[in-house]
């Protein structure tokens, strides 16, 4: 773990300037302007208020959030709940025909085919969630995302076309692929746009679109298997989900790359002046508004910091849950006793609750000042309803559905630690590593999930993820202590005598680690 007191030996990037120095406040400006080449691009945006004091008032900061959180969350929301609603059409797919031999419409599924299948779209994203993260730094960061939005939605419609096992598996890895630009570039957005005190609660909003798509793809799964009953429909339904599913995700995707600004200073919904407003508003993050420089230090730190590690042992450990769930969970209500029309209707009250939860736990979060710590209370919710799932007999069918709902409040962690991400990791090449193996780890918990759910047996998965999830509880409360202790020896160092902030170090692209300034989230 890099610390301060070996800061002496490491020197800033493309200097002889001892980082210690940059820490102990001891660098002229003159010193920095040297290195500007390589500092955030919000730097350039001030060139030519070089001596301007630039201050926002209370009315102002909230004319600019009222129009950036309108101009740019709806977009969000809609788009990463058709992200939810792509990975999961699989599910209601499950038990609308799609295991049936070709001669009834189906792929012919057999054995473990479809655990495979649950599987393969992570193994896509797996493989291109580094790459797709250094893109996501190099590139623009709107067109890129709009880009992948496109071929995904693309690549989904195509699932309609495929005959069997093998043509199913091509299209789930490239569904992967292209899916895994998401989440990382939408947590690129969130810390480019809003201050420390706004993300948690943001990032709660658009990832609770999760849980509207869980109510409307239950509802739209319903309604086509209820209206293609008869068998009056030209298409087999579960056809008819994926055409629905993906070319909505296409058309939304192009409004992605029309409406979508790359960063503040292309922001066509902001004046010239707003736009350095905008980026002014955020200096508080200490963080900036992005870099394009790849700096192999910032790499090495990010490897070296157990903190990054503690993220990654939680994606891992939380997502071997979500990947069985999300999978099988219209298979897992209808093991409840319930017909196969009934478990897409009854999957949906699960998608209320992980709406209220996100969003409840994001605005608390942010309130208090202790995302962490509150949202593990969705992850306690979501360890009550599995106890309720394995507690039960068979008998107590209602009870087991409940405990079904309760435990899609399990996300609030995740969330949370997703935001944390934007907020408590600076240095632009170490947020996109990070960001890069928080989701690795989520693509290997995800790929486990599925198979630890075997045909007729769900009982083995239920207990497996009672202990997943009890673990994360534990990694949580060490991710925790370790931004209380990282915040105390960082006062601790501003308190020293001599000690003096340097002009415009929010911009110079420099760690957590390394910024003496930067205070951690909790």
Excluded at 4 to 14: I, N, Q, T
Excluded at 34 to 44: F, G, I, Q, R, V
Excluded at 246 to 272: E, H, W, Y
Excluded at 317 to 329: M, T, Y
Aim: with cysteine; charged share 15%.
């Amino acid at each position: 773990m890099p610390d301060l007191e070996k800061a002496d030996k490491e020197f800033l990037p493309g200097t002889d300037i001892p980082k210690s120095e940059l820490e102990k406040g001891n660098l002229a400006p003159d010193q920095i302007l040297k290195h500007s080449h390589d500092a955030d691009a919000a730097l350039a945006a001030f060139a030519s208020y070089q001596g301007q004091v630039i201050e926002i008032d209370e009315a102002t900061n909230k004319r600019l959030l009222r129009k950036i959180d309108w101009n740019l969350m709806p977009l969000m929301c809609i788009i990463y709940g058709l992200n939810y609603l792509d990975k999961t059409t699989l599910s209601y797919a499950s038990i609308m025909g799609l295991s049936l031999p070709q001669s009834q419409g189906g792929i012919n599924l057999q054995g473990s085919n479809y655990n495979w299948l649950g599987s393969m779209f992570y193994f896509g994203y797996l493989a291109w969630e580094w790459p797709t993260n250094r893109f996501l730094q190099a590139l623009p960061l709107g067109k890129y995302s709009a880009f992948n939005i496109i071929l995904w939605g693309t690549c989904l419609s195509c699932f309609a076309a495929v005959k069997n096992f093998g043509g199913a598996v091509a299209v789930r890895f490239f569904l992967g692929v292209f899916e895994a630009a998401v989440t990382p570039g939408f947590a690129l957005f969130t810390s480019q746009w809003y201050t420390k005190a706004e993300q948690g609660a943001r990032t709660g909003i658009w990832f609770s679109f999760n849980g509207v798509a869980q109510i409307i793809g239950g509802l739209v799964a319903y309604g086509i298997a209820k209206g293609c009953a008869d068998g009056s429909c030209a298409l087999v339904p579960w056809k008819i989900i994926f055409l629905v599913t993906g070319l909505l995700t296409v058309c939304m995707g192009i409004l992605f790359l029309f409406f979508m600004p790359d960063n503040q200073m292309n922001a066509r919904f902001l004046s010239k002046e707003d736009r350095i407003l905008a980026i002014e508003r955020i200096r508080v993050n200490q963080q900036g508004v992005g870099n394009k420089h790849w700096k192999l230090y910032q790499l090495k730190e990010a490897l070296m910091d157990p903190m990054t590690w503690a993220f990654f042992f939680y994606a891992l450990v939380a997502d071997i849950p979500n990947g069985g769930i999300s999978n099988f969970f219209s298979l897992l209500i209808k093991s409840f006793g319930y017909t196969p029309l009934q478990s897409l209707l009854y999957g949906t009250p699960g998608g209320a609750v992980e709406i209220i939860a996100l969003i409840t736990c994001g605005i608390l979060g942010d309130r208090y000042k202790n995302r962490i710590l509150i949202s593990c209370s969705g992850l306690i919710v979501a360890i009550l309803g599995m106890a309720l799932i394995v507690g039960l007999s068979a008998n107590h069918n209602g009870g087991r559905l409940a405990g079904y709902w309760l435990t899609q409040a399990s996300p609030t962690p995740f969330v949370a630690l997703l935001s944390l991400i934007s907020t408590n990791i600076a240095g632009y090449t170490k947020k996109t590593t990070v960001a890069a193996l928080y989701l690795i780890g989520y693509c290997a918990g995800n790929i486990i999930g599925p198979q630890a759910f075997k045909t007729g047996n769900y009982r083995p998965a239920e207990i497996t993820i009672l202990v997943c999830w009890s673990v994360c509880l534990l990694d949580l409360v060490f991710i925790h202590a370790l931004c209380r202790y990282r915040n105390k020896r960082k006062a601790a160092i501003r308190a020293a005598p001599g000690y003096t902030k340097l002009e415009n170090q929010e911009w110079l692209d420099l760690t957590d680690i390394e910024n003496p300034e930067f205070i951690y989230s909790l």
